[in-house]
Protein backbone atom coordinates (compact mmCIF):
# COMPACT_ATOMS: atom_id res chain seq x y z
CA UNK A 1 0.00 0.00 0.00
CA UNK A 2 1.04 3.84 -0.25
CA UNK A 3 3.21 5.35 2.17
CA UNK A 4 2.17 8.41 4.61
CA UNK A 5 4.43 9.74 7.10
CA UNK A 6 3.15 11.84 10.30
CA UNK A 7 6.20 13.90 12.27
CA UNK A 8 6.22 14.24 15.02
CA UNK A 9 4.80 10.96 16.03
CA UNK A 10 4.58 12.08 20.01
CA UNK A 11 5.00 15.73 21.28
CA UNK A 12 4.48 17.45 24.88
CA UNK A 13 3.45 20.98 24.53
CA UNK A 14 3.17 23.75 27.39
CA UNK A 15 -0.44 25.34 27.17
CA UNK A 16 -0.47 28.29 25.46
CA UNK A 17 2.54 27.27 22.73
CA UNK A 18 1.87 26.22 19.18
CA UNK A 19 2.50 22.97 17.73
CA UNK A 20 2.87 21.64 13.76
CA UNK A 21 2.53 18.25 12.69
CA UNK A 22 3.59 17.46 9.22
CA UNK A 23 1.96 15.06 6.86
CA UNK A 24 3.47 13.13 3.71
CA UNK A 25 2.54 11.48 1.44
CA UNK A 26 5.91 9.75 0.28
CA UNK A 27 5.43 7.53 -3.42
CA UNK A 28 1.90 9.02 -4.66
CA UNK A 29 0.68 12.54 -5.38
CA UNK A 30 -1.87 13.14 -3.14
CA UNK A 31 -4.46 15.84 -4.13
CA UNK A 32 -6.45 15.49 -1.19
CA UNK A 33 -5.35 14.97 2.31
CA UNK A 34 -7.74 14.74 5.63
CA UNK A 35 -6.65 15.50 9.27
CA UNK A 36 -8.57 13.32 12.14
CA UNK A 37 -8.88 13.52 15.65
CA UNK A 38 -9.18 10.01 17.75
CA UNK A 39 -9.98 10.33 21.25
CA UNK A 40 -9.30 6.98 23.43
CA UNK A 41 -11.70 4.58 22.33
CA UNK A 42 -13.26 6.02 20.04
CA UNK A 43 -13.55 6.21 16.09
CA UNK A 44 -11.89 9.00 13.77
CA UNK A 45 -13.74 12.05 13.39
CA UNK A 46 -12.75 14.36 10.70
CA UNK A 47 -11.78 17.77 11.16
CA UNK A 48 -11.00 18.75 7.60
CA UNK A 49 -10.22 18.32 4.00
CA UNK A 50 -7.25 19.91 2.62
CA UNK A 51 -6.95 20.20 -1.25
CA UNK A 52 -3.79 21.28 -2.78
CA UNK A 53 -2.99 25.01 -3.33
CA UNK A 54 -6.44 25.61 -1.89
CA UNK A 55 -8.32 26.81 1.54
CA UNK A 56 -8.78 23.70 3.77
CA UNK A 57 -12.46 22.63 4.09
CA UNK A 58 -13.35 22.37 8.05
CA UNK A 59 -15.71 20.26 9.41
CA UNK A 60 -18.89 21.42 11.48
CA UNK A 61 -17.60 22.40 15.11
CA UNK A 62 -13.78 22.43 13.96
CA UNK A 63 -12.58 26.28 14.65
CA UNK A 64 -10.51 26.62 11.41
CA UNK A 65 -8.48 29.69 13.39
CA UNK A 66 -7.17 27.18 16.03
CA UNK A 67 -6.54 24.00 13.68
CA UNK A 68 -4.30 25.83 10.79
CA UNK A 69 -3.99 23.38 7.63
CA UNK A 70 -1.56 24.49 4.76
CA UNK A 71 -1.42 21.96 1.35
CA UNK A 72 1.55 23.79 0.10
CA UNK A 73 2.40 20.76 -2.44
CA UNK A 74 1.10 17.52 -3.73
CA UNK A 75 2.95 15.50 -0.83
CA UNK A 76 2.88 17.70 2.01
CA UNK A 77 0.31 18.83 4.77
CA UNK A 78 0.63 20.64 7.69
CA UNK A 79 -1.50 20.72 10.85
CA UNK A 80 -0.99 23.55 13.40
CA UNK A 81 -2.57 23.69 16.78
CA UNK A 82 -2.41 27.21 17.80
CA UNK A 83 -2.35 28.18 21.48
CA UNK A 84 -2.73 24.58 22.52
CA UNK A 85 -4.78 23.74 25.43
CA UNK A 86 -5.07 20.39 27.43
CA UNK A 87 -8.63 19.68 25.94
CA UNK A 88 -6.73 19.53 22.70
CA UNK A 89 -4.86 16.96 23.66
CA UNK A 90 -5.45 13.92 21.65
CA UNK A 91 -3.94 11.56 18.57
CA UNK A 92 -3.89 13.03 15.45
CA UNK A 93 -3.77 11.35 12.35
CA UNK A 94 -3.84 12.14 8.45
CA UNK A 95 -4.38 10.45 5.50
CA UNK A 96 -3.90 10.86 1.72
CA UNK A 97 -6.67 10.32 -0.92
CA UNK A 98 -6.82 10.46 -4.77
CA UNK A 99 -4.38 7.56 -5.58
CA UNK A 100 -5.01 5.71 -9.11
CA UNK A 101 -8.47 8.66 -8.72
CA UNK A 102 -10.16 6.34 -6.44
CA UNK A 103 -11.55 7.48 -2.90
CA UNK A 104 -9.48 5.62 -0.99
CA UNK A 105 -6.94 7.07 1.86
CA UNK A 106 -4.31 5.76 3.25
CA UNK A 107 -3.29 6.70 6.90
CA UNK A 108 -0.19 8.16 8.38
CA UNK A 109 1.02 6.72 11.67
CA UNK A 110 -0.53 9.38 14.37
CA UNK A 111 1.07 11.82 16.13
CA UNK A 112 -0.03 11.63 20.29
CA UNK A 113 -0.30 15.23 20.97
CA UNK A 114 -0.12 15.98 24.87
CA UNK A 115 -0.61 20.12 26.12
CA UNK A 116 0.22 20.07 29.75
CA UNK B 1 -26.89 12.05 7.20
CA UNK B 2 -24.58 8.83 6.77
CA UNK B 3 -24.01 6.45 9.30
CA UNK B 4 -22.20 3.50 10.09
CA UNK B 5 -22.63 0.86 12.52
CA UNK B 6 -20.49 -2.11 13.80
CA UNK B 7 -20.38 -4.14 16.86
CA UNK B 8 -17.94 -2.94 19.75
CA UNK B 9 -16.31 -6.39 20.53
CA UNK B 10 -15.65 -9.79 19.65
CA UNK B 11 -13.62 -12.37 20.88
CA UNK B 12 -12.12 -15.83 19.00
CA UNK B 13 -10.02 -18.47 19.84
CA UNK B 14 -6.63 -18.95 18.13
CA UNK B 15 -7.46 -20.62 14.75
CA UNK B 16 -11.06 -20.34 14.42
CA UNK B 17 -12.36 -17.86 11.80
CA UNK B 18 -13.60 -14.04 13.12
CA UNK B 19 -16.79 -12.34 11.41
CA UNK B 20 -16.80 -8.41 12.04
CA UNK B 21 -20.26 -7.15 11.00
CA UNK B 22 -20.99 -3.50 9.84
CA UNK B 23 -24.60 -1.92 8.61
CA UNK B 24 -23.92 1.79 6.27
CA UNK B 25 -27.15 4.18 4.95
CA UNK B 26 -25.59 5.66 2.30
CA UNK B 27 -26.58 3.68 -0.68
CA UNK B 28 -24.69 5.85 -3.27
CA UNK B 29 -21.21 4.63 -1.88
CA UNK B 30 -18.64 3.30 -4.24
CA UNK B 31 -16.46 1.90 -2.41
CA UNK B 32 -15.99 0.49 0.71
CA UNK B 33 -13.24 -0.51 3.43
CA UNK B 34 -12.07 -2.43 5.95
CA UNK B 35 -9.06 -0.43 8.16
CA UNK B 36 -7.24 -1.96 10.78
CA UNK B 37 -5.48 -0.17 13.78
CA UNK B 38 -3.16 -1.37 16.40
CA UNK B 39 -2.85 0.44 19.63
CA UNK B 40 -0.46 3.29 19.14
CA UNK B 41 -1.07 3.54 15.26
CA UNK B 42 -2.26 4.85 12.35
CA UNK B 43 -4.66 2.77 10.67
CA UNK B 44 -3.72 -0.07 8.17
CA UNK B 45 -5.90 -0.19 4.98
CA UNK B 46 -7.07 -3.99 4.89
CA UNK B 47 -9.16 -4.45 1.83
CA UNK B 48 -11.77 -2.60 0.21
CA UNK B 49 -14.92 -3.64 -2.40
CA UNK B 50 -16.64 -1.83 -5.25
CA UNK B 51 -19.96 -1.48 -4.65
CA UNK B 52 -20.72 -3.82 -7.47
CA UNK B 53 -19.16 -6.69 -6.00
CA UNK B 54 -20.49 -9.58 -3.87
CA UNK B 55 -17.77 -10.60 -2.52
CA UNK B 56 -13.81 -10.49 -2.69
CA UNK B 57 -11.13 -12.52 -1.31
CA UNK B 58 -7.38 -11.56 -0.49
CA UNK B 59 -5.65 -14.68 1.04
CA UNK B 60 -7.16 -15.07 4.87
CA UNK B 61 -9.67 -12.14 4.59
CA UNK B 62 -12.84 -12.47 2.92
CA UNK B 63 -15.43 -9.50 2.03
CA UNK B 64 -19.01 -9.74 2.05
CA UNK B 65 -21.08 -7.12 0.84
CA UNK B 66 -24.89 -7.28 0.73
CA UNK B 67 -26.16 -3.98 -1.08
CA UNK B 68 -29.95 -4.68 -0.85
CA UNK B 69 -29.45 -4.91 3.05
CA UNK B 70 -25.99 -2.73 3.07
CA UNK B 71 -24.41 -4.77 5.14
CA UNK B 72 -20.68 -5.45 4.84
CA UNK B 73 -18.55 -8.25 6.39
CA UNK B 74 -14.99 -9.38 7.08
CA UNK B 75 -14.32 -12.98 7.46
CA UNK B 76 -10.48 -13.74 8.51
CA UNK B 77 -9.71 -17.63 7.97
CA UNK B 78 -7.79 -18.48 11.05
CA UNK B 79 -7.85 -15.79 13.17
CA UNK B 80 -3.68 -15.26 14.92
CA UNK B 81 -3.09 -13.36 18.20
CA UNK B 82 -1.33 -10.72 15.51
CA UNK B 83 -4.98 -10.66 14.46
CA UNK B 84 -6.10 -8.76 17.65
CA UNK B 85 -6.49 -5.23 17.03
CA UNK B 86 -9.56 -2.74 16.31
CA UNK B 87 -11.46 -3.01 13.09
CA UNK B 88 -13.25 0.17 11.17
CA UNK B 89 -15.50 0.09 8.54
CA UNK B 90 -16.04 2.64 6.30
CA UNK B 91 -17.85 3.83 3.21
CA UNK B 92 -16.94 6.77 1.05
CA UNK B 93 -19.33 9.52 0.54
CA UNK B 94 -19.99 9.72 -3.64
CA UNK B 95 -18.37 12.79 -4.76
CA UNK B 96 -16.95 13.75 -1.71
CA UNK B 97 -13.78 11.75 -0.95
CA UNK B 98 -14.56 11.84 2.44
CA UNK B 99 -15.00 8.47 4.47
CA UNK B 100 -17.38 7.84 7.33
CA UNK B 101 -16.26 5.15 9.61
CA UNK B 102 -17.62 3.49 12.06
CA UNK B 103 -17.36 2.91 15.72
CA UNK B 104 -14.90 -0.30 15.26
CA UNK B 105 -14.57 -3.59 16.73
CA UNK B 106 -12.30 -4.79 19.16
CA UNK B 107 -11.22 -8.23 18.08
CA UNK B 108 -9.36 -10.15 20.90
CA UNK B 109 -7.83 -13.56 20.02
CA UNK B 110 -7.35 -16.20 22.56
CA UNK B 111 -4.48 -18.57 22.28
Known amino acids: GAVVSQHPSRVICKSGTSVKIECRSLDFQATTMFWYRQFPKQSLMLMATSNEGSKATYEQGVEKDKFLINHASLTLSTLTVTSAHPEDSSFYICSAGGRGGTDTQYFGPGTRLTVL | ?111
Open chain 2, 1 to 111: GEDVEQSLFLSVREGDSSVINCTYTDSSSTYLYWYKQEPGAGLQLLTYIFSNMDMKQDQRLTVLLNKKDKHLSLRIADTQTGDSAIYFCAESIAGTGKLIFGQGTTLQVKP
